[in-house]
């Protein structure tokens, strides 16, 4: 039988689905006593998730005041993109090398997933779209067949759910856009470009994300 999870488990997972959607923003001060009464339940379980989200880096906890939402650190976002950028870019040209077959299953996934994301940029529901961005960028790192890239990969993508989130919340009009560079990218890894691939998702993730294009991408 499956065991329901505990209050504890439960708080934890909600404020930190919270956190990764940007609905609780970085820089935000939250109490106990108001997640505790909005959930339904005591300050304990409260406290014991909350301890646990400020081990996993995501609180800060000042005693009587309340948690910190920590914000994205400074330098964060362009780190975490070079590291995608690469693991992302190997995998492309790793499934450009495979059998068309490979790569005719790779695009029938990134299709698929594209499908899911206009429904959520449809319903207005960024949390999910997200979500489904992070998914899409994982499905191509995944068929690079690389297990301990894709181990790397997945560990990154929490953050990458989360910047994303904090990109759509400042301009929401970029749903669209990234679904577009998202069909650009799909049809560049279905013909076969892996190094044009790279030079897209660069541009791609700098777009979303704020950042300056990198040497060369003025070009593109």
Do not use: C
Not at 14 to 23: D, F, G, N, P, Q
Not at 65 to 85: F, K, M, N, Q, Y
Not at 136 to 150: K, S, Y
Request: proline share 4%.
């Amino acid at each position: 039988m499956s065991k329901l999870p505990s209050a504890s488990e439960q708080v934890y997972r909600e404020v930190k689905e919270r956190i990764l959607s940007a609905t609780l923003p970085g820089g935000e001060l939250i109490s106990e006593g108001e997640i505790a009464t909005e959930m339904g339940t005591s300050r304990t379980p409260v406290r014991e998730a909350f301890l646990r989200l400020e081990a996993e880096g995501w609180m800060r906890l000042y005693p009587k005041r309340g948690a910190l939402i920590v914000p994205v650190a400074d330098g964060e976002t362009e780190h975490v993109l070079s590291a995608r950028r690469l693991v992302e870019s190997d995998a492309a040209r790793t499934v450009v090398r495979a059998s068309e077959g490979v790569r005719a299953q790779l695009t029938t996934a990134l299709r698929a997933n594209l499908d899911a994301q206009r429904a959520a940029a449809e319903a207005g529901d960024v949390a999910e779209f997200s979500g489904l961005d992070a998914d899409f960028h994982g499905l191509i790192v995944r068929a690079g067949g690389n297990p301990l890239l894709t181990a790397f990969y997945v560990s990154l993508r929490e953050r990458q759910r989360r910047m994303t989130a904090r990109s759509l919340a400042r301009d929401p009009r970029q749903l669209q856009s990234i679904i577009d560079d998202h069909t650009m990218l799909a049809g560049l890894i279905e013909s076969g470009e892996a190094a044009r691939f790279e030079e897209a998702v660069d541009a791609h993730m700098r777009r979303v994300h704020g950042l300056p294009p990198s040497d060369g991408d003025g070009a593109r």
